[in-house]
Each structure stands twice: as C-alpha cells, then as structure tokens.
C-alpha cells in the first residue's frame, strides 16, 4: 500500500512492526515514521480491531477468560485465553457459527453465518494481546467453526501469526483442529510450512461417530486414517488425536482398545478431554471413567496427555457464550 503511494517499501516493515510486533494502534505513536505519513496514513486508514463485548473470567490464579467479540458487521464470535504454568493459549474461532452442526456442540445449534477474514481472525488474537497483557505463547483454532471449512483465511492468519517481524508466534505452537475434512487435510499438508493438527475423533466406531457428527457419514475413520497418514509423511508432525470423553459416547475401556486400534501406525499422540456440558445431547463423563481410559491406552502403549478441565465456570466449550446471546437458528447442512 505504500509502495503505491509512492512510499519507500521499508516504511511497511517498520508499518507492519508496529502493528503486529508492538501492538500499537496509533499512527502518532509511530515515532520513527514522518509526521507526514503519520498524517497521511491517519487521514487513509483506521484500525478496526473486533470490539470485546462481554468477557468473562473463572476463578482462581490460572484463570482462563472469555472474550465474545462483536465483527464489523455485527457479527459475534468468541476466543478464549487460557493460561497455564508453561504456556499462554489462545483459543480463536474461525467462522461464525458452524455448518457442522455436531450434536455435542453450542455452536453447531447456530448454523453457519459466514466464514471470518484472516483480518478478522488475528484482529481477535491482536485484541486479546492488547487487553490481557499476556504473552501469548500458542495458538489453537478450536473456537467456533471447522477451521479447514475455512481453510485459505486460516492459513492466512496462520501465516501472518507466525510471521517474524511481527507477532513471531512458533510454527509448533499453532494448532488447527478439526472434526475431519480428509480432503482439505490433503491440501494442509502441501502448505509449506504448515500448522500443527488435532483430529477431534468423538468415537473410534464410525456409527456412534456418525450419530453425533453428521459429517462423518460422509467422511468415515479409515479415510480419515489415510488423510492424516498423509499429513503425517508430507510434514513429519506428531497428529494430536484429541477424544472429549462424555457419558455413554465413548467413556468405555472398549473405546480406548478401538481407538488404540484405529491409530495404528499412525504417529500420534492422544489428549483426553472431559466434556463441558453445552446445550446439547450429552454429559459429562464420570472422572473414574475418563481415567479408565486413559490407564487402559497407556498400558497399550499409546501417549496420552490427560487435560485437566479449563474454563466450565465461564462455559468454555466453543459457541456456549454466542449461544447464551445469539438465538439459536437451524443449522445450515454440512
Ligand atoms: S464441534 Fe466444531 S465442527 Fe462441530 S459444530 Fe462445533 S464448531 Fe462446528
């Protein structure tokens, strides 16, 4: 944009370094361009980050927060900011609302609105950055949305969190989970350098999977095995194969034997998440049940990493804020 104007290209870099790298959003606090471009730059542009309507934070000293953010257009999505011993993780939504309608989520009940900007989606990270104060450390797009329904914005944003100059989040610390699109994971796997992958699995048993996830009908486990097999040998990551274990859908030490079956050779590891309840078909599962699991997949060999709960007291889960202030619509098909 400067360039056009007649502006030399580094006047961009350190543009761009303000923004991404310093987070300021004042042209006048941009000391080291002319006051003349901060004039022209001011009259031209203006900074249009999402506006934070509501957020809400739970107790104790790692408290995750909740931002829903109202877009442009009037639009809402949320992210939420999760800090821990080692890390702070921001997790970002990627559409508002969601095509996918998967029975266990509150944002599935919204139906798809529209897919978010790349200018949109970090607009959401730089905003959280700006009002926590936080060093944010990872990424995850586990927001609202299927991240790879939206895939050339989130690469995009991908890109641009990542970028040196600027935000300079690490390439492994940027995640995109999915519910399993095998033939947009395909193309994730061409991307040079591309995000690291959860495969959010609901059920090893492509039936129970199906009932919950209207997408799996079409895209069943061993076509999802030979995508993320291919995502796997193209890019030499570890997969994340992350479970949300909830009452009578997949808490038996049986789930734990097929899933360990169904990875197979697949270089993976396993997250075991406990469910927070949203307004939808399922519960919470029993903590003695979730821990079965996990024993019965480490003495099979598995890697599992079991996540403590986050964020129920700020109903966490994607979708459970919007879906407290957005009325519900019927979901759009997948
Ligand atoms: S779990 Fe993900 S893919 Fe399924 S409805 Fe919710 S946001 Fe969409």
Redesign the pocket.
Known sequence: MLEERGHRAFHGRQLHRWIYARGVFEFDAMTDLSKSLRAELAARCEFALPRVVEDVTGDGPDAATKYLFELADGERVEAVLIPSDERVTVCLSSQVG?A???TF?A??MLGLKRNMTAAEIVGTFLAIRQRSRRRISNVVFMG???PLANLNAVIRACDLLTEPDGICLSKRKVTIST?GLPGRIRKLATHPDPPKLTFSITSPHDHVRASA?PVAGRFPLAQMHDALGVYAARTKHRITIALLVADGLNDRVEDARALHRWIGDLPAKINLLRYNEAPGAFRRADERAVERIAAELVRLGSTVVLRKSRGRDISAA??QLAARTIQPEPSASA
């Open positions: 969601c996918f309608a998967c989520c944002t599935g609202m949305g299927e519910v996830l994607c979708g």
